[in-house]
């Protein structure tokens, strides 16, 4: 069930539910470039560490390796941007903090582990000297590197719990997106907190070493809470300052507790009678953290890399117009003045597509949309002119073409009446009589064809006649230069108008 904005979940909840509800909604924040925090709280023994990290087997893995496979789930599916994922991950120690992460620490006693230092800048941002961030390119790269924090952080057996973590442990995925076609660029952080659990010494009745962390561990709990009343003390106008710096843990969680960040706690609780008191002093600080408000922005940024990127492509295709500019040579000035006259525009246009004229100069750009709308009557005028031309051209062709069939016809009668020994006339047969007509027919339909088309009268000359002449009437015109049948066709063809 849901009270407002708490959700209780029974304890046959499986781990898919819990993340589904607690972790999912904070991993579309991140991604959208809005901080985030999930921390567990509770008594030792109470499924903290279960809750965040999961059991052995891979379906009962909890929050962080949900949370990892999540991310880069989401990432794939929104192609339109681009992300880095990076990884970190810090144990604090009887109030020492330790980077698990560190390859040197699984072979090297604790000891001998180098210390994270806390270092803040003017202004107010935390950073950790001797922290290693891993970068991760998959899921699997992530939950490898939680399972090697797991393996090197301080666990220990106590009456109350078997596997008891004796440290905080803070798992931070860093998130840098950019959408692909924008310059801004968004970071966020992810803090994933395993605290250790409280208990009562005098229930417990741990003793040496034991007893150390135990005070520590109960120690910075108390700080966490006195952070809490203060900041809800403050958002009732009672109080202005917040006791960050009392523990190491505070410092870091600072943002996560009362700054820019979105934040979900999830309170573990022990159904034993045993552990009652504990029980309802964890939900009464469930109760007071669930009152925090906090002011969310979204972390943006220039990226400086993309826009050198962008600057240095359009350098390149600046620099490669500015060489094609180069090579065509000095940029001509343009005469400005008045508007010329149409026919005086037109006279330079026809010159210009006649190639009488290389260039043509205009005074404005009003006489720059005359030129182009005078080619453009001049050129549609040509094509016009063309197309008439072809068509008498083609009319012309056709009815020749019908002439000829007609005349093959003729003459294939004439060689039948000449086959059979039809008798002659004259000097000549009639086969060379029919020639003859057959020229002086043909002279005359190209002749006719011209004077219809507009050409001049007797453009073409006389008919040529065969060597010897037919008669006397033909034998005056017998020595007069004349063209072939088959020239006169041609100039019939192509001198049309």
């Known amino acids: 069930m849901c009270i407002r904005d708490s959700c209780v979940f029974e304890p046959s909840t499986n781990q898919e539910d819990v993340f589904m509800a607690v972790g999912f909604p904070l991993v579309e924040s991140v991604l959208d470039g809005y901080n985030g925090t999930i921390f567990a709280y509770g008594q030792t023994g109470s499924g903290k560490t279960f809750t965040m990290s999961g059991a052995d087997s891979w ?243 220039v990226d400086l890399g993309a826009v050198v990127r962008r600057l240095e492509t359009e350098n390149k295709s600046l620099q490669e117009e500015l060489e094609q500019l180069k090579r065509r040579g000095p940029k001509k000035e343009y005469v400005t003045g008045p508007s010329e006259p149409t026919e005086k525009l037109r006279a330079k246009v026809v010159a210009y597509l006649s190639d009488a004229e290389e260039e043509m100069e205009v005074r404005n750009l009003h006489d720059a949309q005359d030129c182009f709308r005078l080619m453009k009557e001049v050129y549609n005028l040509r094509m016009q002119e063309y197309v008439e031309e072809l068509t008498v051209i083609s009319e012309k062709l056709r009815k020749y073409d019908d002439y000829i069939s007609s005349r093959q016809k003729m003459n294939a009668k004439s060689d039948m009446r000449g086959s059979m020994g039809s008798p002659t006339n004259g000097r000549y047969n009639n086969r060379e009589e029919t020639e003859a007509r057959e020229t002086r027919e043909a002279y005359k339909f190209v002749s006719r064809q011209h004077e219809e088309a507009g050409g001049s009268p007797g453009r073409y000359g006389s008919v040529r006649r065969p060597n010897r002449p037919l008669d006397k009437e033909n034998s005056e015109m017998s020595h007069q230069r004349r063209p072939s049948p088959a020239r006169r066709v041609t100039f019939a063809a192509l001198g049309a108008k």
């Open 59 to 301: 379906q009962m893995r909890g929050i962080i390796p949900r949370v990892m496979t999540s991310i880069f789930d989401e990432a794939e599916q929104r192609t339109d941007f681009e992300y880095r994922v990076a990884i970190s991950f810090i144990e604090i120690y009887n109030e020492v903090a330790y980077d698990l992460l560190d390859r040197r620490n699984i072979e090297t006693p604790m000891e001998a582990w180098t210390k994270v230092s806390l270092m803040e800048d003017d202004s107010g941002t935390l950073h950790m000297k001797n922290l290693s961030v891993h970068e991760c390119r998959s899921d699997q790269d992530g939950i490898d590197l939680l399972m090697m924090g797991n393996f090197v952080r301080q666990v220990s057996a106590t009456p109350m719990n078997q596997a008891s973590s004796r440290s905080h442990c803070i798992f931070t995925i860093s998130v840098e997106g950019r959408q692909r076609s924008s310059d801004v660029a968004f970071c966020s952080k992810l803090h994933l907190v395993d605290l250790a659990g409280s208990e009562r010494i005098s229930k417990s009745q741990v003793e040496g070493s034991t007893l150390t962390e135990a005070k520590h561990i109960n120690l910075s709990l108390t700080y966490l809470e006195q952070v809490i009343v203060a900041l809800n003390e403050r958002k009732n106008g009672g109080r202005s300052h917040i006791p960050y710096r009392n523990s190491l843990m505070t410092t870091i969680l600072k943002d996560s507790l009362g700054g820019n960040c979105k934040t979900v706690m999830v309170a573990t609780l022990s159904l034993e009678v045993e552990s009652l008191d504990e029980t309802l002093s964890t939900a009464r600080f469930a109760q007071r953290c669930g009152q925090l408000e906090n002011e969310v922005t979204r972390n943006e940024r």
